[in-house]
């Protein structure tokens, strides 16, 4: 199942964006079951304890596809159409490439609009914001994936707010994906901790 105005690959001709939960680097961290301990961290998994989580800017859906195939249910949050229906196109292509994909994104609820307005709606047990900054050293392509979404989203100039409206509606804690050696966001009160990845940090704050 595809959208009108993309092609048979689920990219999108007017922004150059692809999303691909099962293709490329993403399928085969999910097929070894490797990587994003730093995330897994993070957001609060355990021996015994696998939480709900809010994805509160869900931009090309990476971690919430990681989070939901570690077992956790995750809510996606994407207030930019155009994205929130390349994400929908994605999950359906994943769908379509087997049962095991199909039950990740049985784990996976997304919805369109600014999650400002959406979080106290919401029982969020724990909340993952990862706003827009500045690109990341690395690969070309990623560059040019945070460009193209850039170009789509906007700055995210209201990172501190949403940061605040998280701290008022997570019961457990708030997880910010920030750059490693970025300043912290200015006017948001310090971290309970970091746990520190080799170009990114989280900076989680317990709400609990």
């Known amino acids: ?43 609060g998994f355990t021996n015994g304890n696998t939480p709900s989580i809010v994805d509160a800017t869900a931009g090309l859906g990476r971690d919430a596809f990681l989070l939901a195939a570690m077992g956790a249910r995750v809510t ?43 979080l106290p709606g919401l029982e ?11 690109p990341r050293k690395g690969a070309a392509l990623v560059k040019n ?17 949403l940061m605040q409206v998280a701290l008022a509606c997570a019961t457990r804690r708030v997880v910010l994906k920030w750059p490693l050696r970025a300043d912290p966001i200015s006017g948001l009160r310090k971290a309970s901790h970091q746990i520190l990845g080799k170009t990114t940090r989280y900076d989680v704050f317990m709400t609990g």
Not at 12 to 30: K, N
Not at 107 to 117: E, I
Not at 124 to 134: C, I, Q, Y
């Open 1 to 43: 199942m595809r959208h009108a105005g993309r092609d048979a690959t689920g990219a999108d001709p007017h922004c150059g964006l692809f999303l691909d939960f099962v293709g490329g680097a993403l399928g085969h961290r999910v097929r070894s079951g490797g990587g994003a301990q730093a995330l897994r961290r993070a957001v």
């Open 76 to 118: 996606l949050v994407e207030r930019s159409p155009e994205v929130h229906a390349l994400l929908q196109d994605a999950q359906h292509r994943a769908c379509a490439a087997g049962e095991k994909y199909a039950g990740i994104v049985g784990r996976m609820t997304l919805l369109l609009g600014d999650a400002k307005d959406i």
């Open 124 to 134: 969020a047990e724990v909340v993952l914001v990862d706003p827009m900054h500045p």
């Open 145 to 161: 994936e945070m460009r193209l979404l850039r170009g789509l989203v906007g700055p995210d100039s209201d990172a501190l707010e």
